[in-house]
């Protein structure tokens, strides 16, 4: 996933594969491994922004489903408790 979010030239850089024509490792300059850099940093950015939305969501709906139980109950025994002045 990685490789579709490299800059065009780096990926072609990359795509002309590991070892150039004299069998030496392929380089990059600083320029290259920041951008490639900047890129991973990006993309794990927004799989750690998703996950705590998630995250977030979840929470925020156990929650609402806590209170929501908690107001019908106390409502619940409020009107069971409560005598009705013209029931007499």
Known sequence: M????????LRRKMAAGDVDAHGAELTLTMREVRELVQCALELQE?????EYDDVLAQQ???QFESFTRFNREHLSRVVSEREFSYCG
């Open 46 to 50: 927004q799989r750690l922004r998703a």
């Open 60 to 62: 925020l709906r156990e």
């Open 2 to 9: 990685l490789e579709n979010e490299l800059p065009r030239k």
